[in-house]
């Protein structure tokens, strides 16, 4: 296992930090959260401009040819800046799910726009009572030479702004599939959000869907769940690593009865047991990545990963609130940001709980 970053890892990461870094100032991002939809969509032009969004996608969706370890160098920086863009859910998780196993028509269609920028994609993986998104409750049956789906959605990321969703539903014949379901087809109720951004809670009610919109390969719903699963755990790791950062330098200046706060010894603790989550996220991130990567068996990493980006998540949310005190919850510091991101990533598609519950599915199939 070789966790040195590729060439492709370092440029692509370097060029996402610069551009994030200059676009995502406190008074930008202020600007944006007062949005409904927390969504830049000037940003991601920039983004898409810089090759930033094709980059790891296949090279006949328009992209670089390069793969999920890319893309999870991207969404760490994504991460670092609480970036208001749909990277996750519409180019790792969705472009990439169409580009491999999509028809040509459909990746012309979808893929290659979305990696242009000029369609945003998401993945509608959560049901109401919190099942695997890899079993998912909602049903689909064949109609007229297509598909009727039934059932419900919630908590789809970016669903205001989104110009198509992935729809996962189990047919009659017990295999689950993946539907490209445009907007217009479906009742959708915004849901906030704890970082003040809009879900979607979609209603799927007799929806018929054309042959040409769904992705039959048994490989498609697995593929997208774990992109998606892997692309949290991207996010957290930027986000707790920045927030541990913020808090190091926070400790360093402020100071109380004559001397920094970082030398008291319960705060000094706090600050190295944070360095030690943060390093078990980025130590599992990496390692669950390069499995799936290589092709390997990773389903049990990807749900380590996540557990740790979960748990680790939340005690380095709560540890750079509570060093930075009253300033940890003013709107006007940009630390706050980093708390409801992180509580969001913890819980996405499963907290800490979930996860160990799948992990220990995992052990009972493969108890070697």
Known sequence: MDFTPTEAQTDLSGLARTILTDATGNDRLREIDEGTDRFDAGLWAELAAADVLSAALPDHAGGGGFGVLEQCSVLVECGRSVAPVPYLTSIAAAADTIARFGTAEQCAKWARPAAAGDLVLTAALTEPGDPDPAQPACRARQADGGWVLDGTKCAVPAAGIADLVLVPATADDGRARVFLVAPQQFQLHRQQVVDGDSEGWLELSGVRVGSD????????????????????????????????????????????????????????????????????????????????????????????????????????????????????????????????????????????????????????????
């Open 213 to 368: 919109h769904v992705l039959d390969d048994d490989g498609a719903l697995p593929h997208l769940v774990r992109r998606a699963l892997l692309g949290h755990c991207a996010l957290q790791l930027g986000i707790v690593e920045r927030a541990l950062e913020l808090t190091a330098e926070y400790a360093g200046q402020r100071e109380q009865f004559g001397r920094p706060i970082g030398t008291f010894q319960a705060v000094g603790q706090r600050l190295a047991d944070g360095f030690i989550d943060v390093e078990a996220v980025r130590l599992t991130l990496w390692q669950a990545a390069w499995r799936l990567a290589e092709g390997l068996d990773c389903d049990a990493d990807i749900a380590t990963a996540k557990f740790w980006a979960a748990e680790a998540g939340h005690r380095v949310a709560h540890t750079a609130v509570h060093v930075h005190g009253g300033v940890g919850i003013d709107l006007d510091h940009p630390l706050h940001r980093y708390f409801v991101a992180a509580k969001r990533t913890e819980f996405a598609l499963g907290g800490a709980t979930a996860q160990l519950t799948r992990l220990s599915g995992y052990l009972d199939r493969d108890p070697a």
